[in-house]
């Protein structure tokens, strides 16, 4: 099985901050990654696939990068609504299964 | 606009079972696959399983295989989850997820979500 590690687990920044988030998959995984952001009690929301597209209506200050078994998410300027928990998520194995990481929760410092 | 609405959620004694339902509108529900991904209480996300849009395959976590079934009725625009054999380790939101796009390379992408339903396992 892929796994998915995220670091770091946790991050504190202001707004206006650049923040990045990183994705390591366990072997290659091409470009088959995907990004999510989840506010608390709510559904997770698709920023990110193909490891760099940008998901339509998805603010441009959210980038993506990376391939084999390293990625990147980057938020250029922190803003007051990025404040969630970031998920990365592999898609090369699938079928027959997907992986999620663990996740990176986005703190106000 | 693509609206997906889970029901069917509640508190279920170990060893039970629970039918939940995602009712799907705003969209063509049988041209897309469909994914049920779990999330237990201040944990992360989890897949559970996968459906094709015509139903002709489906594939499942090996936490849950054997014990869920995926299933869909494309007539009434309807994905389900069936899960038996309920344990304390399944209590989680469960979460429907489209598929973002028509093709197979689209599967491990899910574009839209819905608000989720809470199952809780215990006696």
């Known amino acids: 099985d892929i796994q998915m590690t995220q670091s770091p687990s946790s991050v504190s920044a202001s707004v206006g901050d650049r923040v990045t988030i990183t994705c390591r998959a366990s072997?290659?995984?091409?470009?088959?990654l995907a990004w999510y952001q989840q506010k608390p009690g709510k559904a997770p929301k698709l920023l990110i696939y193909?490891?760099?597209s940008l998901q339509s209506g998805v603010p441009s200050r959210f980038s993506g990068s990376g391939s084999g078994t390293d990625f990147t998410l980057t938020i250029s300027s922190l803003q007051p609504e990025d404040f969630a928990t970031y998920y990365c998520q592999q898609a090369n194995s699938f079928p027959p299964a997907l992986t999620f990481g663990g996740g990176t929760k986005v703190e106000i410092k | 606009q693509v609206q997906l609405v889970e029901s069917g959620g509640g508190v279920v004694q170990p060893g039970g079972s629970l039918r939940l339902s995602c009712a799907a509108s705003g969209f063509t529900f049988s041209s897309y696959g469909m994914h049920w991904v779990r999330q237990a209480p201040g944990k992360g996300l989890e897949w559970v399983a996968f459906i094709r849009y015509d139903g002709s395959n489906k594939y499942y976590a090996d936490s849950v295989k054997g014990r869920f079934t995926i299933s869909r009725d494309n007539s009434k625009n309807t994905l389900y989850l069936q899960m038996n054999s309920l344990r304390a380790e399944d209590t989680a939101v469960y979460y429907c997820?489209?598929?973002?796009?028509?093709?197979?390379?689209?599967?491990?992408?899910?574009?839209?979500w819905g608000q989720g339903t809470l199952v809780t396992v215990s006696s």
């Open positions: 997820a489209k598929v973002a796009g028509y093709s197979s390379s689209w599967y491990g992408v899910l574009g839209h």
């Open positions: 072997q290659g995984i091409s470009s088959w």
């Open positions: 193909a490891a760099s």
